[in-house]
Nanobody, 115 residues
Framework: VQLVESGGGLVQPGGSLILSCATS????????MSWYRQAPGKQREWVSY????????NYADSVKGRFTISRDNAKNTVYLQMNSLKPEDTAVYYC?????????WGKGTLVTVSS
């Protein structure tokens, strides 16, 4: 199982970024996919998830209304559209899935929100 995030970078407050997580090694369409983030000096926190068949989504209160998670089962990829970014969104963003009782994480992509 491989999860590879991309799309991070430096963005000004109020700006947007879209993160991607390309996956391989498992039947992507059968699993819930999630995004987590870890800010400097803080614990990793859950950001959002999307279910496999129905595409039901859920968001942490801190990002609700600003972030949108989506998935393309044909491309085995999950996305996180981030709008109206704030300095407190600065973090390493991780892609996550749980399969067969095991947790799988990507290596993360750094998002820095700063002027």
């Amino acid at each position: 199982v491989q999860l590879v995030e991309s799309g991070g970078g430096l963005v000004q407050p109020g700006g947007s970024l879209i993160l991607s997580c390309a996956t391989s090694g498992f039947t992507f369409s059968s699993y819930v996919m999630s995004w987590y983030r870890q800010a400097p000096g803080k614990q990793r926190e859950w950001v959002s998830y999307i279910t496999n068949t129905d595409g039901i989504t859920n968001y942490a209160d801190s990002v609700k209304g600003r972030f949108t998670i989506s998935r393309d089962n044909a491309k085995n990829t999950v996305y996180l559209q981030m709008n109206s970014l704030k300095p407190e969104d600065t973090a390493v963003y991780y892609c996550f899935t749980r399969r067969g009782g095991m947790d799988y994480w990507g290596k993360g992509t750094l998002v820095t929100v700063s002027s």
